[in-house]
């Protein structure tokens, strides 16, 4: 049995709280990357996201491509306590693995941590992104907890040197908008990562973090399901692009 790393990373600091005060303005960044990426599914995921946060007073940046240029990414982030990425991973990463997005252009690791400013320490959230909670398309067998480990750091240091009070990545449909509904609820953050994974899901990890580069207070937790099944993998090379079955 092959043990596929699908939802993975919560980086936190335990002061991390939701804004639920009514009537109070907050500002949040929903982003749809490019690189055929938007379909029916991901628009949905992110709009039921976006109404999720205007029934909580969020003033919504929505960034859907083929609308969703950097510069004005940045403008919106200042002040925005939530930053929402569901698009592709890249191996733009500051150590040169994953990390980084695709928008209206590719934006390095090394890009995001120098130019984005957070004023309000964020929550960033990564949904469905390759690298951003572990698990790639292009992975053809079980990537292990430490190569998990190693690709949600990189997709979630850059936001955290840039500001961010924390990172969260979900592989699964509805995962990021459970883990939102109960961080509106004020229920603890340990509370909100387990209610946002699957119930045959097995934590792997949970316990501080030790990368240099991060507050020695945040915290990582690593969960995993199993998969068992037949994947089409995908692969573009110089415009070229071939798909094969492969077993996880």
Request: proline share 3%.
């Amino acid at each position: 049995m092959n043990e596929k790393l699908l939802v993975v990373l919560v980086c936190w600091l335990g002061a991390l709280q939701a804004q639920v005060k009514t009537g109070v303005i907050k500002e949040a960044v929903c982003i749809i990357g490019s690189g055929n990426i938007i379909n029916e599914e991901s628009e949905s995921q992110v709009e039921n996201i976006a109404l999720l946060l205007e029934e909580q007073h969020y003033k919504v940046h929505r960034f859907y491509d083929p609308n969703n240029e950097w510069e004005a990414i940045k403008k919106a982030s200042l002040n925005a306590s939530l930053f929402i990425y569901r698009g592709h991973g890249t191996h733009g990463g500051i150590d040169g693995e994953f990390g980084g997005i695709v928008i209206d252009q590719f934006v390095s690791g090394e890009t995001i941590a120098s130019e984005l400013k957070f004023n309000l320490k964020p929550l960033v959230i990564f949904i469905s992104a390759c690298g951003g909670a572990g698990s790639s398309a292009g992975d053809e067998s079980d990537i292990g907890v430490d190569e998990a480990k190693k690709r949600v750091l990189g997709s979630g240091l850059p936001f955290i040197l840039a500001g961010a009070a924390g990172y969260y990545a979900n592989n699964y449909s509805n995962g990021a908008y459970n883990f939102l509904e109960n961080w509106f609820s004020n229920k603890p953050l340990n509370d909100c990562y387990i209610s946002s994974i699957y119930p045959w899901c097995s934590i792997r990890e949970n316990g501080l973090q030790s990368d240099p580069r991060i507050n020695a207070s945040y915290h990582i937790a690593i969960s995993s399901s199993p998969d068992n099944t037949y994947r089409t993998k995908t692969t573009t090379i110089n415009g070229k692009t071939t798909t094969k079955k492969v077993f996880l």
